[in-house]
């Protein structure tokens, strides 16, 4: 538990050097020129966030993305073909085109075009969703938010040797963006030879302060406090507000010379186990000795039947099977409660059974406090992170929502929307209505009716909608989206606590006989191909938060019965008469 590998000696978790793939600054004016005559790969955001710490040493000893070798043997294994330790696959998805092929030289970008890399493709080769979904994340469910995503990843994986010409650029908190060997430095001037990591996505309350506290004692030396600021769970708090509040612990609630705040712009996989064992590797290489590993670490809540994707001590069993080969001790994440006659923190095995004892939840934090505009308890949270959480989260009622409809064309989903928007205006919500057709006019014009099509239509439909939510606004969105796994996208875009899913559950020979357009006649006459209930499937929700009959009760009714839920989740508020 106490290991002392001095940080300036081992760089990376097996001894060797960082790796560094960021070409000399001398080379980068002629190399970027060069690059800008390649034929160009879009890269998402995740890859993007995976080639910033590909580039710095954070995933050392990979110095690419992955070839078929070591990702077959890192899903089967968790190893690369060195034999190192390495559980999550690291690799870049694309769909095939002409620039994809062996010995070419592509220039990688990002969504906004900017040139980050020149790869040379040197391997090719297919990915295989539901293997990858099985070995990394254990589950098939589309609502683990990975699984979700995977199904727009491109077809190929494509592996070469990486010149990175221009990381990504970050304007918030330039002086916390911290690469591997800064942090390493900044670790090693504070003089002590074990350094404990605290992983975190959310804000820090006091339960987390003594926990790292006591981590740093425990192991005699530094704590690292290392948020990751990249891609997180989806509705997690954003990570500016995040920042905030570890800024104003770390400045006057810690022992100065013990504690280092860095950020890290990692793209989560919530992989639970895997997910612990990498955030291991990746924090050895930022020098840290010993890592906290929490109950559920890297979860991503429960899945579409209301239960864990994986066990509470799951991940720590991991860590602590290979902490030695690692290099990384387990810390694990102790249950602390707070008591009130003493004033201070406890672990709750220590309780003694007749102690009185006080404790707030997650939900209670959201729904009792921020919700309502309550200032959270001083033994719960330093004045200044309540302070800042407050700011931040406006009341329940004036937070975005997204009413999301799917059914059947002619279910009666654009009815119900036109009834259920009148009422949410009448009870005070500015509301924006994404229907299926209006978009198909004009944001998505030219898409045809394929599968990949409809995914885009969908998509963009949810990327709005999802913007619309962020800023406060209400987005009524009406549209067939017939697949779930892109449905449950949008879900994870939205944020599932202000995302409402709608079926429409009309059976298809009563939408033929709605039919006003004779889409359906044609689509039996064969005059259509590929109509949804035809000859395209329907994926029904299994699990949607309201489904509608819309044959035994009108559009009135069952809007009014939407507008119920909302006003039961506090998302639109009761009119006082009713209160």
């Given at each position: 538990m106490?290991?002392?590998t ?14 560094d793939l ?22 998402a955001?995740?890859?993007e966030c ?46 095939p ?11 990688l ?20 969703r ?42 918030d908190?330039?002086?916390l ?53 990249g891609?997180?769970r ?11 509040t ?62 864990p ?13 290979y ?20 004033e ?19 939900t209670?934090?959201?729904e ?19 302070e ?24 009666g989903?654009?009815?119900t929307?036109e ?11 500015q ?6 057709d ?11 009716f ?17 913007e ?20 449950n ?22 939408c ?32 949607a ?21 909302l ?7 009761r ?5």
């Amino acid at each position: 538990m106490t290991q002392s590998t001095e940080i300036n000696t081992v760089i990376s978790p097996y001894g060797g050097r960082l790796v560094d793939l960021l070409i000399p600054e001398a080379e980068r004016v002629e190399a970027v020129a060069n690059a800008s005559r390649l034929p160009s790969v879009q890269v998402a955001s995740r890859a993007e966030c995976d080639l910033e710490l590909l580039a710095v040493g954070a995933f050392s000893p990979l110095d690419r993305f992955m070839g078929q070798e070591d990702h077959q043997r890192v899903l089967d294994e968790m190893r690369l073909t060195s034999g190192h330790i390495f559980p999550i696959p690291i690799a870049l998805p694309v769909e095939p085109g002409p620039a994809i092929r062996l010995d070419q030289e592509v220039a990688l970008r990002n969504a906004k075009n900017e040139l980050l890399a020149v790869m040379t493709i040197e391997e090719i080769y297919e990915w295989d969703r539901p293997e990858v979904a099985e070995k990394v994340i254990g589950s098939q469910d589309l609502r683990h938010p990975l699984l979700a995503e995977m199904h727009r990843w491109g077809k190929l994986n494509i592996s070469g040797p990486l010149r990175v010409l221009r990381p990504p650029h970050h304007y918030d908190f330039q002086d916390l963006r911290l690469t591997p060997a800064q942090t390493r430095a900044r670790l090693q001037a504070m003089g002590h030879q074990n350094v404990v990591a605290f992983q975190t996505r959310n804000p820090l309350h006091r339960v987390h302060e003594e926990l790292t506290k006591r981590a740093a004692d425990e192991i005699g030396g530094a704590l690292l406090l290392h948020p990751v600021v990249g891609m997180t769970r989806p509705g997690d708090v954003d990570h500016f507000t995040r920042v905030r509040t570890y800024k104003a612990l770390a400045s006057s609630y810690y022992e100065p010379g013990r504690v280092l705040l860095a950020l890290l712009p990692l793209a989560m996989r919530l992989a639970g186990p895997r997910e612990a064992l990498w955030h291991g590797l990746i924090r050895r290489n930022y020098g840290a000795t010993h890592l906290i590993v929490g109950r559920d670490h890297a979860g991503p809540g429960v899945d579409s039947k209301g239960n864990p994707f994986y066990g509470p001590y799951d991940a720590q069993e991991m860590v602590s099977r290979y902490s030695e080969e690692l290099g990384v001790g387990m810390v694990p994440f102790r249950m602390l409660v707070y008591l009130p006659d003493e004033e201070r923190y406890e672990e709750i095995s220590k309780v003694p059974a007749d102690a009185r004892t006080a404790s707030i939840s997650g939900t209670q934090v959201r729904e009792e406090y921020l919700n309502n505009g309550r200032m959270l308890p001083s033994w719960f949270t330093r004045p200044e992170v309540a302070e800042i959480l407050a700011e931040t989260f406006p009341a329940r009622h004036k937070q975005g929502v997204c009413i999301w409809f799917t059914g059947l064309s002619g279910s009666g989903k654009s009815t119900t929307a036109e009834v259920l928007t009148v009422l949410l205006q009448e009870h005070g919500r500015q509301v924006t209505v994404l229907d299926g057709d209006v978009v198909r006019t004009h944001l998505s014009k030219g898409l045809g009716f394929s599968k990949a099509d409809r995914d885009v239509n969908i998509r963009r439909i949810g990327f709005v909608a999802a913007e619309l939510v962020r800023h406060g606004g209400t987005a009524v969105c009406a549209a067939v989206s017939p697949y779930r796994a892109t449905r449950n996208d949008v879900r994870n875009m939205v944020g599932k606590g202000n995302y409402v899913e709608v079926f429409v559950d009309t059976p298809l020979e009563v939408c033929e006989q709605r039919d006003i357009k004779g889409l359906y006649a044609k689509a039996r006459r064969g005059e259509i191909k590929g109509f949804t209930g035809i000859d395209d499937p329907y994926e029904a929700p299994n699990h949607a938060e309201i489904v509608l009959d819309t044959v035994g009760c009108t559009a009135e009714e069952n809007a009014h019965r939407i507008l119920e839920h909302l006003i039961d989740q506090g998302l639109v508020r009761r009119p006082v008469a009713e209160s």
